[in-house]
Each structure stands twice: as structure tokens, then as C-alpha cells.
């Protein structure tokens, strides 16, 4: 288990995060961390290491893309001095492209994604102790699907830019795969994005596993 | 334009054809029909034949079946003793099969589908001038998705049906497929069933097209 | 068919050009484009030019007369830089005439009128590709009826800045005057102005028609 | 004054008549004879005089056409046995037939609507002391509007039923016919119907004027 | 008569004249003159006079005191530039001391009531025609209780400034007293201070027999 | 201190009573005792004398007479069998005379209120330990106001009867009338019968004292 | 991990059972099976072993003590007939005891709990698989508290009743005990019965954990 | 009775002093104090001792510790010029290092506390008549509870600071524990903070019976 005692650990990303967390502050009492993986994540924590009192912030916000984060970075990241940083975005960036094509001033193109996450990895390394970088994904099997095949090139430009840095990597779209095997996407998520808690506990399980969490304990 | 004057035109189906309509009652002043396809049918029935006086009759029900539909047959079919009559029903029989597949309660398999479709054609023709049978859709482009697999091997039974009844009838998925060469589908539903605005005019437009509708009448 | 590849079109009028759209962007997912002529517009033109990508956005607001559009010409028409534009105004400037008769201050008179949109049209000539300007109706048969003899003038100042500026003439009173040869006006709209689906059909059909849209593409 | 001590009189209609009343007991405390032309008469009887004590029942119902009343006669109008009996019907009668011109079941003809509304004066003239009867009406100047035309029709059958019974007789339609001399309709009702204030004043004047009220007390 | 062609008549006071009137401007469409006097006051003058197209206002704000008058003086009264202006205030100012009697600084004694009042009607009377003074009132019909017998001083108060400006004066305890001496305070206000539609009608009546209003136009 | 361990305590009445109290059943944990006399008592009973452990239930219901308290009798009062049993009823009954002068069948007349009353305690005195009766009251100084002299006439009837009956009495009248010597009406109650927490504690220590509540304990 | 293909997984219990599941159905899309410990049991069984396809109702209804599960025994527990049945009662059968003390009706003492929940056991093995008796428990860390006390007890007598019927057993106060050794009450819940997501957690885990869940596949 | 003739009496704390009073004037009409123990104070000084003219004001803001207090103490306080300041906080400064454990940037501990609350205490006596500080307290019988413990210790801090600059002192822990003898916790407070009615009872009492109320009078 890679977190300590009283370490701080912050998720930032788009609706997927957030899930009616509460704002601005997104911790404390009464469902501050929304209903989404961040809570998961957070409940884990408590029940099977209360000794280690981890802190757990939600700065998700829903709709946001890559471009937005750059925005809030200096005062939802920076300033919070997070022991342990994780990052998930870039479902938005591509979503619009494919929702809304007529309207190019919502799209982020894979140049503009690539360079500010890049850019916010870096200001973030200075602060912070650990960073986690999630890729975006697409709740569909098929590969060959258009805009499951742009969200796995996105997802592959956060691989390299975690090489790039020595960050910890999880592949949710690995992750999702693998239910795949079994499950049909609308069984997980409607609209193929924001899933149930089924698909909730397979991005909390990826965050947990990946930190050496004992499940058993 | 096979509509005549005074004629009662009844769609029935499930949400796609509900859309909010009033209840009991799926006709009268503001917006009665609902928000859908059948709503824009009236309107050009209503645009460009006001002479014709085609009165259009809304009895859709969200998340209904076939299963549903011959339970509220004798009152909301029969009773209503329309000119003409159009049935889309399927989407729900199918898509429980994909999104809730441990219920299996909530499915209707094929065998179920094709012989109350069949019972309820054969019931409404003693009563009705016309029938038009239209497929189930899913706004999926890969023919070999399985949900959409699904979907077309119900829509080929609506054509048997269609086929042995000599009614008239209308292959939506066709439509939507026309349209998905240059959108992904996410621009039409992000569920892939219920559509926007453009989603329902496809729907509308291939109903209309149907019965010699005179667009620029 | 005139409008080409990746043209963004742009409507601004009052409430019947305004139904309910989001704000303060007038375009995006979930019928942000609102439920009237000026989404029906988009409907067909995605479900039957989706290869073209028009971009279409709406700026109507409720309640707006020809004197609150100059406020915000600005900010919602010359910066968004549209190629086309397409203006409806008028019904409120005199409507309030007829309504509050004794609050001259809620009146625009023909003089500020037709001064004022001369003026906008002229601003917006010199940064938009095209311009349709379309009249303000008011939906009842009689001609000698004092609001709508008061309409018809406005209707024929409006085509007079049509011709000077040798933009697109849209007379939307000649498509209601067509429809009410058949309908009472109670049947579009109980109040002759807002219509129901039917009457803002005749609106889309209107300006669809008029730059060359096939319907039977 | 023709109201004598302690009296029960009340009125029976539509929408125009029910104004937000109290239900099913159309008095008592807090606005319980809603805000139309009944409460003001009610406020003027009180007003003018209170040593009367005249008690006013409001049974109107929004929507309602003659064939309604029919339904609901015996307990709103016969077990009430009211002093006087204040009819005013005949409105949507007409309406429906504007509005919704294909739906014929929603439609009372002159035949159905002269027949019912003879029968239920001639019932009310067994249990009751004096019976009003009060026109439909249209705010519509031109006499020549369909709409117009055809609700002056109705008036005169009421006018008919009035003399046979004896009974007293307004005609609202005169009462509004005045003031559209200084007024355009839409001042007084949007939708040719539904009076403000300033209409609802014209309904109570009718009714007080005909009763000899002195307004001067 | 005394109102001319097109004057402006504005009220301003306390909750009795706001009555849920529209803000911030109290006149136009859709009862935004509230409903009370003021409302049934402009009902009277556009159903009897239309020829004479006054204007009506109404600035009452609920819970005013002649406190408050003042502080919004200039922008309510002064530069609105009425022909007529009415003022009905105290009622509050008296109240307060009888309902909250621990806490001064919510009363307005006479002292202040009498010079604020005064200093209004002066300022008001370099930018008005007519002024009309209204007096509070308490619908107590014994006058020697306590809180009447107090408003009844702020009552000769508003004598004295309308006596000393020459402005028209309304006695409305007097016009109330008249009615108790056959109804109950509670019949017509449960608080003896907010009238239902009967005390407003009162109040509308002695301010239209004031001014010549004749009823049988 | 009359009240016994364990012993059940009913209150029944009107709005005074009621004052939001849960329904069906008037007990239980937040607030279903409502917020007004019958909680405060219940209160001081569960923090002054905690080991008697008394159970108080509210059986008020808003806007009940007499005569609505014998409708439900057996239910609310018989079926219940309480140890001891109050009941204030009465300020309706003579209310309606006066807010509602013109309805007689709201009103319940002396000879109706005595006769009720009287078979009420007959009937509960069968099944109930001790009964303590409440007169109606009016917070009202003046003896010779009409309203308040008839409520002391069914305060006195209540006594008669309490006096046959042998039961507690509870004169509320006197104990407001003491406040009143220093306080307005206002001050408790705008209507002079729905009292604020001053008033509801004025009933509250009238019913504790009279059963020997000791307050310092 | 002993669940099998296809089975369905039946919880009944009290509010930390329902947690806002739908009704009267407790299963299918959107949220019905609540926001409990049921939800997270599904959400790892849908995401661990989708190849299972276990099917997971959920029947707690808030406020039930076993007094109420014995009425509807029969529909929602035998009518279901599920594989696995699991039943966590007696948290209300024990709090009423303590916090409303003065309301024996409410009560439900350990003769009732145990012979009640004895016959159920007895009737549900006749219909079903599997039974899981888990205990009810309070979030109290001290054993000597007079309603912890009483909890363990009741807790014992689930457990004799699981060893008398041979059924599973899970004991939830020992699990949350471990909890308690680092955290305070208030830390899983304010009012030590209803907890946040980490005490929710500890109740899925004490589940999955006994049926031989792997937390790694 | 030690308050005297038409002092002002300010009450400031956290929720268990707010109660839902109104803001940002905590005093006046319709349930301004709240409903928790500062509006039964002001009801027993009203109902008791009317012709003190006792002026109750409330400034109880929920979740404020210490550290909130400081904020606003010159404008909630100082400004207020109370002729008697009654001062209970510290339950949340408190709470929180037991139910967050983790967020330490909530928790107040002792030595802020003691440091602030003297501050507090020095900064009013300069402008204040009389001061009364009260405990926070647990509803916890307890003593040797982790958080009851550490609230009696911030507790005798109160106390501390009372002796030093010579306040009155309530311990309402003390008047919390003699209930606790008698009733168990959750028959006061779920969460053993937020009392119900019986608690709130408990508080005034304290307060009143240390200022020499006669309950009598």
C-alpha cells in the first residue's frame, strides 16, 4: 500500500469525477465526494486502513475538458498541495467532436490535449508528492468504432506523457475491456460515458489495485 | 397522398413515440401530442393539407413492449377505431436483453415478439383502414454490434409481418443508417434510441415519404 | 441549396425565434436551440444535408423589440461573425401598441423602427456573408384588422431594407395568409402570435424553401 | 336592487367563470371564489351593501362546454337550490370548433347546445327564484370573424332560451362590443378570451347594472 | 372627472397597495399591477373611460414605512413624473409599535411620520399635477382601541399636510367604518390590515367617488 | 403533580391544537406532536419529570368545530383510550359567524355547541381517567367586542359543562386576558387566535399549572 | 465464491437496507437498487463475475421492524422465491425501545423479535436456496451503552436462530467493532445507525467476504 | 429576575442557538428567533414578565465554531450594543475532529479556542452589560466517551474564562446529564447534539433559572 499516514490525495477531472460532489469544497460531511468512483475510492480508504486517516478532495467538475482544468489548475491543484494528485480527463475533448462536429470551438484536438496535460503535469510535479494519470475511455467493445479508436489514441498520449514524467499509469479503457467480455456497454452506461456503479467500482478497483490496496485486510 | 379528408391517423409504440404526449388523452391544444416524431408529422400534415383536416391521435407509453401494447390493445387500439394505424414497438424488447441481462422477466424474445405482433395486426385489421408497420432502430452503424444484430433480426420480423398482412411498411433502421455515413451516432442519441430533433425528423420524413407526402405543396 | 460546407448560421428575433433556447449560448446539446421554427430549421438541414455541417445557432430572445436588439448587436451578432444571418423582429414593437396602448414608452414607432434596423443591417453587411431578412406577422385573415394592417406596414418596411441592402426577403405574413385559408387563427395560436408547431413548420418551410432546400435529398 | 336579504346566488361556467375558485366549494375564506368577474360582483355586493347579507356560490368549471354542466347539474346547480341561478356557457362550445377543428368529438353544434341548455334552465326553473343568463362571448371587434359570427349565433340562442323562460338575459358580447370601440381586443385578452381585469370589470358591471345595483350606495 | 387624456397615475405605499404587483416596474401585461385597489382602480378607469387611456403605476412595497418612502423618494416618485401621484402611508409605522413592541427601532413615531410625510408632498409637489393623501386606517370599529385610536392620530396628521399643501385628501378609515357598522373586522381582514377583495374595493371606490369617477358611463 | 407514571395523555382541538402535528398519528419522534401549547407541555413534561414517562399524543386537526370533533370521536378519542383527556374546541364555531357571516352552515350555533360538548365528555368520560376542558378564547382586551362576547358565552357553556361533568376546567380566556394588560393583541396573535410561541406558552402554562407541574423541580 | 449462475439475490431489511431503492420493483436500471450496501454487493458482483449474472433484488423499506416484515412476508420474500435470501432486522425493534421510550406500541421486545423472526427463517427455507442472517448492530463503541447492550442481544438471538436453522451468518457489529478501534462513531454515522458510504462499505465487505468473494479476480 | 426594564438580551452560537432563524435580523415577526431554545427564552420573558418589554435578538449562525464567531464579532456583536451577550460555542469545534477526523483545517483546538473565546469575552465586556457564557456540551451519559470527554474539557474552559472576567456561568452539560439519568440519548437527540424540543427545554430552563425567572409569575 503506497499511501501514508495522513497523506492528501486529490481527483481532478470532468463529470465522471465529479458526480454531484459538493462545491466548492469537495470533501467532508454528508456525500462531499459525490457519488462516483472518488467515493468509492475514499470508502475502501476508511474501512480497510482507518489508521491511516488518508484525506480524500474531489475537484471534478462536470463538463470539463483538458482545457478547462488549465483554467482552475492554479487553484483547484496547486494551491491545494495534494500529497497525491490523480488525473483523469480527456472524455469531453473528444466527446464533442463526435456529439457536436459543427461546432469546432468545443472540440480539443489531440496537439491541444497532449500540450496542456503535458503543461499541467509539469507545474503539478513541482507541488506535488505522487501523480496518477487515469486515460479517458469509451464504455464500447469494438475497436474499430470512431470514436472509440480516437479515445484510445487520447488515452495513448497520457501513456507517454506519464513515461515522460514517471508517473503511475491506469488504463480504464484496459479495465472496461474486460467487462466487455461479459457485459454489453448499455448494461455499464447508456450513453457509453457515465457509468453505473458497476463501472464506477471497475475505475475505483484500477486506482486501488495500482496502489497496492489490500482488499483482504 | 394516400391520406384522406378527415381521417384519424393513431400512432402507438413506446417512448420514441411518447414523448411526453398528454395522458390520457394524446391529442388536442398544446403540444398534446408530444415532442416527437408524431408531433412533426402532424404539424406538416397539419402545414401543408389543412384542407384535409387529418386529425393525428398520440398513444405512446415509455418503456412499453409488445407485451405491453396487447394489454392496453382492446382500449387504446380498438376502442379508438382509427383510418389509420402505425405501430412501432421493439426497441424496449430488445434493448432489456442488453442493459438489464440478468432480469430476464424484462425480456421478449423473438418467438414472444413475432406472435403478439402477429395476434395484434390480425386484431387491429378488422377494425382499420390502414396499417403501417415500422421497425424497431438502433442508432448503431456497425450491422455487427450486438445489440444492433439484435435489433435488425426484430425488424426483419416486423417485415414478415408487414409482409403477410399487406400493410404498409417502413424500415427505420434503413433511414438512420442513411444519416449515420455522415453523424455518429452520439450527435443523433447519446443512448443510441432516443434521438434529438434531427433523429425525429428522420422518423418523420420516412413516414411521410411513405404516403406520397407532397413536400413542397 | 445555398447555404454551403461549414457555414455557421445565425437567427436572432424575439420569443417566437427565442422558445425556450438555452442561454446564454443558443446552441449545443439538448435542445439548446429551443423548440421553434429555429430548430426545425437545424432538424432538416442535419437530417438532410449531415455532410454539409451547418452550424446553426440561435440569439432570439423573448419579449425583444427592434430597440433591444440594437443593445446587444454587438456582443450577439457582429462578434459571433456569422456567414449567415437571419433576422425576425417587429411583433413586440407593435404588438405593445395594441396591448398597453397607454404606455408609450413600450412603444417603437415605424420611424425608430425601420431607422434602427436599417441601421443594424448595415453594420452587420460589412462582417456577414449573407443576410435574410423575414417580416414580422400577426396571424389573422383580416386584413383591415388594425394590428395586422399595422403589421403589414412593419412587414413592408422590412422589404424595403430587404431591397436597399439587396438581402433575402422572407414574407412570413404571405405563409400564414396561405394557411389561414383553410385554419382559423385559434388553430395556430390562441393569441395570433406565439404558434404551435404547426405555425413555426410554416416559419422553417418558409425559409427553407426560400434558399433552395431539397427535401427529398 | 333586485337582491333581497341573506340570498343565495350562483354562478355556473367555464373557464371564464371558475378563475382559480375553491374546489368543490366554491366559497368561503381566502379568494375561494377566485379572481374573476364573480368575485368582483361578490366584493361590490359586500362592499355596497352589507346589511344584505348575500351569500355568492361560484360552481364554475374551466373547460366546461353545456354538455358538462348537464353532467354535473344535479349536484352543482339543483342540490345547491340557490336563490338565484347565474348561467354564462357556450364558450369552448364554439372555441373547440376554431381550434381544433378535427377533433369533432370535442364539439357542441347548435343543436346539442340549444337543446341541453333549454333542458337544464327548465330543470333549474323548478327548484330556483330567478335565473340570469348571460351570452358567450368573443373580444373580436369585426362581426364578420368566423369565430365572432358564429359565438353571436350562440348568444341568440341564449337569447331565445331567456325569453321563452322569462328569465333575465345579459349580453356580454354587446358589453365588450363598446368598449372595443376605444380598445383593440388583445388589451383585454390575448387570446380573445380570457379577460384581465379590466374585461372581468365589464362582466360584473353587465351583471350589477341588469339588477339595478347603485353603485353610488 | 378630473383625470385628463393620458395622464399618469401613480400609487405608491405599503403592502395594501402592492398587493404582489410586478417589480420592478408596477404596470404592463399579466397583472403586474398586483390585485388590489390600485388594480381594481385601473379596471374601473380602462372598462368606464378607455377614451381617456390613463396610465397606471403602482410602487407600493410590502412592509414600507414612511421610512422607506423616503429613501426611495427620487426614484420611484420624482423621476417617474407622474400627472397624479397617491400615497397611502403609515399603517406600518403604527404597527410596529403595537405588534414588535420591544424593538424601536422599527417604529416611526409621529414626530418623524409628520415631517418625512411632509417633506414627500413638498419635494413631490415641484414634479407633480395633483397629489392625493390617503390615510392609513385599522379596520377596528371600536375607536377607542388602542392601535386605532393611534392610527387615527397619523390619520388627522395626513388632514393637516394635505390641508396645508392643498392636495385632495381620502379619509379610508372613515370609508371602513362605514362598512362596520354591518360587517365584522373579520369579514373583511382576519389581521384588521390586509383587506380581501371587499376591503379593496372600499378603498378603490372612495378613491374614484373622489376624483368624479361616474360609474354608469 | 397529578399526571401518573406511564400515563397516556390525548389532546384534541382545532388549528390551535393542529400547529402541523403529523397525521394520521399525532406522536412520535420529530415534531409529530406539531409546534405549538400540546408541545411545549409535552416537552416540560419530558425535562421536569422524565422518570413518570408520559405519552402525549395531538389529535388537533385545523379548522374543526365541535361538530367535526363528533365525526371522529370514537376513532380519535374513544378507540384511543387515553388516561386523561383535553379538548379546547369552540374558536371556529363562533369565528365563521364572523369572518363568514353570510355561510349559516358554517356556523355552529350555542344550543348545536353545548348539546355536542356535553354528549362528547359523556361519551369519553366512559373510557378516560381524568377529562380537563379548555374553553375557546379571543385574544382580544375589549369585553364588549361582539366576537369576543360571544366566545366568553361558549367559554361559559364549556364551564357548565365541566362543572356537571365534574372535569378539570381551564378558563384560556382569563390567562390571555392577563397578558393582554401589557401586551397589544398584535403582539401574540394578528388574528387574535393563531398565537405565537408567547401565546402557545401562555396556553401551555395554563394547562401545567392547574394539574400541580412543578417547575423548578 | 458460492453464488451460482443465474441466481437471484434476495436482501429484506429496514432503512440501511432500503437507502431510496425503487418501489414497489427494488431492481433494474437507474439506482433501484438504492445507494446501500445492496447497490455496492451488486456493483462488485456485476464487475467481478459478470459471467455469473446474478440477478440482485433489493426489499428493505425504511422504518421496518421484523413485526413489518411479517405482513408482507409472503409477497416480497416467498412470492419472489430467490436463491439467496438475506435478512438484517431488529435495528428499529430495539431504537424505538430508546428513543421514544413512552410508546410501548412501537416497541417490539425479544420475545416478539425472536419468534418472529424464527417463523420466517421457518417459512423461507421452504422456498429458497440459500439464508444469510446478518445482525443488526450500533455504531457504539462501548459495550456497557444501555442500547448497545441491547442490540448484542437481539444480535444473539439472530445467532441462535441461524444455528438452530443452519443458515449463514454474518455478525455486523463485530465488523463495524474493528472499525470503531480507529474511528469515532460519528466519524461512520451521527446518529450511529444510518451510515455514510464507509460504513455501507463494511456491510458489503462482511457480506462478500463470508460467501467467498474474490476481491483480485 | 435579574434582566431589567427594556434591556436588549443577544443570544450568539452555532445551529443548536440558530434553529432556522431568520437572517440577517435575528429578532421580530413570525418565528425570527428560531425555534430552538432562544425562542422559548423570549416566549417564557414575554408571557411571564410583559411589562419588562424584555428585547430578544438571536445571532446563531449554524456550523460556526470559535474561529466563525471572531469573524463576525464586531458586526454581530460589538455593533449590536446588547445590554446582555449569552455566548454558547464549541460543539463543532469539537465534533469535527471526531467526524472529520482527517480534515484537520476544520478542527479548533483547545488553545485557539481558549484563546479566541477569551478574546471574545474581552473585546464585549467593553461594551456590554452583562455576560453569560454557557458550555457546549454532548447528550452523552457517558463520561468517559472519547468526544463527551474532550467537550467537558472545553467545557471547564469555559468555565475558566467565566471566572476570569467574572460572567455568569451554565453548564449545560450538567443540565444535559441530570436528564440522562432518565432517558437515553437518542430520546433527545440522534445525533447527541441537535436537541429536540425537550432538549431545547433543558437549555432555556438552565438559562432562565440562573437569571432568577419566577416560572409562578
Redesign the interface.
Known amino acids: 500500500m503506497q499511501l501514508e499516514k495522513?497523506q492528501k490525495l486529490l481527483f481532478i477531472g470532468d463529470s465522471v469525477t465529479d458526480c454531484e460532489r459538493e462545491k466548492p469544497e469537495g470533501?467532508?460531511?454528508?456525500?462531499a465526494l459525490g457519488?462516483g468512483y472518488v467515493?468509492?475510492v475514499?470508502?475502501?480508504l476508511?474501512?480497510n486502513y482507518?489508521?491511516l486517516?488518508?484525506?480524500v478532495v474531489n475537484k471534478g467538475i462536470s463538463g470539463n475538458k483538458v482545457r478547462e482544468l488549465k483554467e482552475r489548475w492554479q487553484e483547484d491543484v496547486i494551491d491545494q498541495s495534494p500529497d497525491w494528485l490523480t488525473i483523469m480527463i480527456g472524455i469531453n475533448d473528444v466527446?464533442r467532436q463526435?456529439?457536436?462536429?459543427?461546432?469546432p470551438d468545443?472540440h480539443v484536438d489531440m496537439e491541444e490535449y497532449k500540450n496542456t496535460l503535458n503543461e499541467l503535469v509539469s507545474e503539478a510535479k513541482a507541488v506535488t508528492g505522487t501523480i496518477v494519470l487515469m486515460t479517458p475511455y469509451y464504455i464500447e467493445a469494438?475497436p474499430?468504432?470512431?470514436?472509440r479508436a480516437t479515445m484510445d489514441k487520447y488515452g495513448r498520449a497520457v501513456k507517454q506523457i506519464a513515461d515522460k514524467h514517471h508517473t503511475i499509469f491506469i488504463d480504464t479503457q484496459a479495465a472496461f475491456n474486460k467487462?466487455l467480455?461479459?457485459?454489453?456497454p448499455?448494461?455499464i452506461a447508456?450513453?457509453r460515458?457515465h457509468p453505473?456503479?458497476?463501472g464506477?467500482?471497475?475505475l475505483a478497483?484500477a486506482f486501488l489495485?495500482e496502489i497496492g490496496f489490500d482488499?483482504?485486510k
Request: no cysteine; aromatic share 16%.
Open positions: 495522513n470533501e467532508g460531511l454528508f456525500q457519488n467515493s468509492i475514499n470508502a475502501f476508511q474501512a482507518p489508521e486517516g488518508i484525506r466527446w463526435f456529439d457536436t462536429p459543427f461546432i468545443h469494438n474499430n468504432d470512431q470514436m467487462l467480455e461479459n457485459l454489453y448499455a448494461a447508456w450513453d460515458v453505473n456503479e458497476t464506477h467500482t471497475v478497483k489495485n482488499w483482504k
